[in-house]
């Protein structure tokens, strides 16, 4: 994608800011920058290449030129949204993902809590970030990343997770600029409705190993659970092997397939 085919992908969207750079360290940054400068959103940052992209707990996320779609928001919350219920961030973007890649005819599903699958392995991270002053919620980002071509996926030997891309998975090449447009238009469709139930359906309905054995890992501790679902702000539930039912929010477990 270059400037002017996101100049057309962004064309008659409701976007306050936007910009495009051919090769940036994070477009996260860019965002957080417009952030503290008191820009308000909806905004868009996109860039061909990042060379400093990070995603959950500051990992490194690989972006060769031209193979994947890097992209960064920052959004604007609806009136009387509960700052408690900041994880549903994570899911309004994994959403937005998966109804553009459905579009493609294919079958994403979204492992809890920023990561989106085709066939089982990732093909895309979603990073939520807000931005306090003091007490009160300044502004909320959301980092997107989605490989579209083979370059985009690291080695094996360098995964903690099986990874793919769009490109492998449809069978065609994929125009990013095109994917972009369809992503933010699902995004922002969504986005006045982040607090309503019918977003928590449509997340539950593409998650992935629901009311399937897990394993959590939390540090090095290892434990098996089922996975039941949502609740009401983004957390996950689980049934323990006691028969306990917990949540969880994001950065407290991760799961993985059971074993």
């Known amino acids: 994608m270059d400037s002017q085919q996101f100049a057309q992908a962004v064309a008659g969207l409701p976007l306050n800011q936007t910009a495009f750079f051919d090769s940036i360290g994070s477009t996260n940054d ?12 909806p905004a868009l940052a996109a860039a061909g ?16 030129p031209g193979s994947a779609l890097a992209a960064s928001l920052l959004l604007p919350l609806p009136t009387g ?6 994880g ?7 959403l937005a993902v998966c109804e553009a890649l459905e579009a493609l005819g294919l079958q994403p599903q979204i492992k809890w809590p920023n990561d989106v699958l085709l066939n089982g392995k990732k093909v895309c991270g979603v990073l939520a970030e807000a931005h306090w002053a003091g007490e009160r919620l300044q502004a909320v980002l959301l980092g997107i990343g989605i490989n ?10 360098e995964l903690n997770f ?18 972009l447009r369809s992503l933010l238009q699902h995004l922002l469709a969504w986005l006045p409705r982040l607090a309503d139930e019918a977003l928590l359906l449509a997340w539950e309905a593409r998650l992935a190993y629901k009311g399937q054995r897990v394993q959590l890992h939390s540090g090095p ?15 996950l539930r689980l049934r323990l092997e006691d028969g306990e039912e917990r949540s969880f929010q994001a950065g407290e477990i991760r799961i993985r397939p059971g074993v």
């Open 30 to 41: 860019v965002v957080a920058e417009w952030a503290a400068a008191s820009q308000t959103g």
């Open 221 to 235: 501790a290892r434990w098996d659970a089922q996975l039941l679902g949502l609740a009401q702000d983004g957390r």
């Open 88 to 94: 549903r961030l994570s899911g309004l973007g994994g």
């Open 162 to 179: 099986p990874a793919t891309c769009v490109e492998a998975e449809v069978g065609r090449p994929v125009a990013a600029a095109a994917l």
């Open 49 to 64: 290449q990042q060379t400093q992209g990070r995603g959950r707990d500051g990992r490194r996320w690989h972006t060769p």
């Open 81 to 86: 949204f509960d700052p408690g219920a900041l």
């Open 148 to 157: 579209l071509a083979a370059s985009a996926v690291p080695p094996a030997a």
